[in-house]
């Protein structure tokens, strides 16, 4: 047991002289060996020489424009730490809100006869319970969101009925408001 502690303490050590010479050969660079002297592995401000040469170029003064202050402004106006100022209030959105006057409609994204597919719901109240029907029994239901929407992802009732042409009805279950959409299997 007395071994293993002595092992153990010698890898240790070793690890730790790895280390250190590892770290002394990464800040020598090229200074000598001397760590004060060394360059930064990343220089924090301008580059001592361009990594890739330069050269002038002549150009004509009519084609040098001047930054007028509307340009040069600054993108974001800076406070002094002793002054207190509110932020702006945030710019307006027009975001879809929901319109009793519009009918509410459904809409499939995917190929209804091979799979199943993802159903769009849009101009139901927002929050309510859309039940989706066929032939009187319930084939999905999901809850609309803040704007009266909602993505039903993975329907698949339609695979389970016969081959043909079924038509299916979205009802909202608080405002009674409903859209029809078929499908052919």
Request: net charge negative.
């Amino acid at each position: 047991m007395e071994s293993a502690k002595v092992v153990a303490a010698a890898a240790v050590a070793v690890a730790a002289t790895t280390v250190v010479v590892v770290g002394v050969v990464l800040t020598s660079g090229s200074s000598g060996g001397s760590p004060e002297e060394a360059a930064p592995i990343y220089a924090v401000g301008p580059m001592r020489e361009a990594a890739v040469p330069t050269q002038e170029v002549a150009v004509p003064a009519e084609e040098v424009t001047v930054p007028t202050e509307e340009v040069a402004r600054p993108l974001r106006t800076v406070v002094a730490p002793g002054e207190s100022t509110s932020p702006p209030p945030p710019v307006p959105t027009v975001a879809p809100t929901f319109d009793p006057a519009k009918p509410p409609t459904v809409s499939i994204w995917g190929n209804s006869e091979l799979r199943a597919v993802d159903l769009m719901f849009g101009g139901f109240e927002p929050g309510e319970v859309v039940v989706v029907t066929t032939g009187g029994r319930e084939a999905a239901q999901t809850e609309m969101d803040e704007l009266g929407g909602a993505r039903f992802r993975g329907f698949h009732y339609h695979l389970t009925l016969p081959d043909g042409h079924h038509e299916f009805t979205a009802t909202g279950q608080r405002s009674g408001r409903s859209a029809t959409f078929g499908m052919d299997v």
